[in-house]
């Protein structure tokens, strides 16, 4: 009888290449554990939660998950409510306006300032600008409501500039005129954020070999068209991927800047999703209601990036998958 050496049934399993990999490059999967860790707790786990989209739950003493699972499963009762009320076409149209209005401007201006950054030769004012243009990204949107508003006051900077040079005979009021709040916001948010997003397009650039603008500059190009034809086109597939996770975000305006710099006079174009489901969630106890509205609007974002990464995939573009 002949018998079996059982001490290297595991081998065949240890020498395949995506185990040796894993086992070579096995530091790096250790440095990614407390980001899966994170993922699974504050991304997934909360994910259960949506079944409350379909129960007609009701917050009661005790145990949480008790009282959801125990509640009264009315299906999708709440998203016909949603799709049917007089606050569907409002809320989506703020919704994506906004949205696009911040796409449109924040994504280009980060784009701007990175090259314009990448052209500056002198150090102490790179840096200087630098700074000026990061630093709003990091104070929270209370302060930057403070700020906007107050620059936005009738006896504001604004007011005072558009009155010195004869634009307008009196303040404007522009946080009650609804009409305004869209721009506002759109501007608020990229002078908020541009300087962190010029980083990764910094980033990109740094990359870009010398060489390339050395051949173009042989073959006479001047600075403008080395930017166009050979920087632009190096840091594309940054620029596209950026696009495609931007444009996933279009439902998610943000909740801080619209329940802050939002009122009751500007409510008709400052009302965006978010603010409408924690008006209806917390503020009139209809959690079922909001838990479906949040959904209705992760789903929307869903199709956004799958549906972008693949027209960009078709066209032989970068993509995520």
Known sequence: MELKDESNAGMPLLKHPTVKKMVRQRYVYLLLIPGVVWAALFSYAPMVGLYMAFTDYKPAL?????????????????????????????????????????????????????????????????????????FPFFISWVVAASIVMTLLSTEGPVNQFLMNIGAVKQGVLFMQEGKLFWIIIALSNAWKDMGYNSIMYLAAIAAVPPALFEAAKIDGAGRMKQIWHVLLPTI?????????????????????????????????????????????????????YAAAVSMFKSVVAFILVVSVNSISKKMGQTHLF
């Open 236 to 288: 594309r597939p940054t620029i596209i991927i950026l696009l495609i996770l931007n444009i996933g975000n279009l439902m998610n305006t943000g909740f801080d800047q619209y329940f802050l710099l939002g009122n009751s006079l500007n409510r008709s174009y400052s009302d965006v999703v978010d603010t409408y489901a924690f008006r209806y969630g917390i503020q009139n106890g209809m959690f079922s």
């Open 62 to 134: 005790g145990n949480f998950w008790g009282s959801l699972f125990h509640a009264k499963f009315v299906g999708f009762q709440w998203f016909d409510f949603f799709f049917t009320g007089q606050d569907f076409g409002r809320v989506m149209r703020n919704t994506l306006v906004s949205s696009v209005l911040t796409l449109s401007i924040g994504f280009v201006v980060p784009i701007f300032i990175a090259i314009a950054l990448n052209e500056v030769r002198i150090n102490w004012f790179k840096r200087v600008v630098q700074t000026t243009s990061y």
